[in-house]
């Protein structure tokens, strides 16, 4: 199922790499990342459907930061609400949970609603990354974000009305 959302065009086309279709590629990737203390990755349900895969990854308890990624099922309506529940769920437990003090990340630059949308999350965007990616033939530029502890507790936490979900 990840494969198959992972290699959609909607998806694939925002991500740095296009994978290969190919499932043996995706069991050694699932063992790689199982055994990867520094990321966590979870399916995420809504009313009880799979609709998307978040991730937090580089996990730095020396300097208490870590990266997140998001995508959604392809299939699943977007624009619904869903995408803001995960990311207000996802800020909470990087916080309060796993203690850090930054949450940080890159965006191909032409997704322009998802750079729109990071800065609705509360983070800042500090700066480009100038044609950072190669990928179809020519060069992409990447925005970095990054939301601070300080800035989550003062713009967002308490603020911002979602469902808590539950994080197995
Ligand atoms: C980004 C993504 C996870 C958002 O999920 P979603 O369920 O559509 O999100 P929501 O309905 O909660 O909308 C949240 C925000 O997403 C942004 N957004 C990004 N892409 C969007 C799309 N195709 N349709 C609607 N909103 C989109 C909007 O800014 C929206 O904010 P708003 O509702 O306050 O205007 C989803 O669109 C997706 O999987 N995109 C492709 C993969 C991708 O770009 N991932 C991020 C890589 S850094």
Known sequence: MILKWRTHPEITRYMYTDI???????????????NDVSRRDWIVQADGVDVGVVSLYKIDYTNYKCEWGFYMNPAAAHGKGVGNHVALNIQEY???????????????????LVVKWHQLLGATLEGKRKQHIFKNGHFHDVVVSG?????WENKIKNKLDYIRGVFE
């Open 147 to 151: 939301l601070l502890k300080y800035d």
């Open 20 to 34: 290969p279709y190919d499932m043996q590629n995706q069991r050694n990737w699932f063992g790689r990342i199982s």
């Open 94 to 112: 990087v916080f309060d949970k796993l203690g850090m003090n930054k949450l940080c990340g890159e965006i191909m630059a032409e997704n322009v």
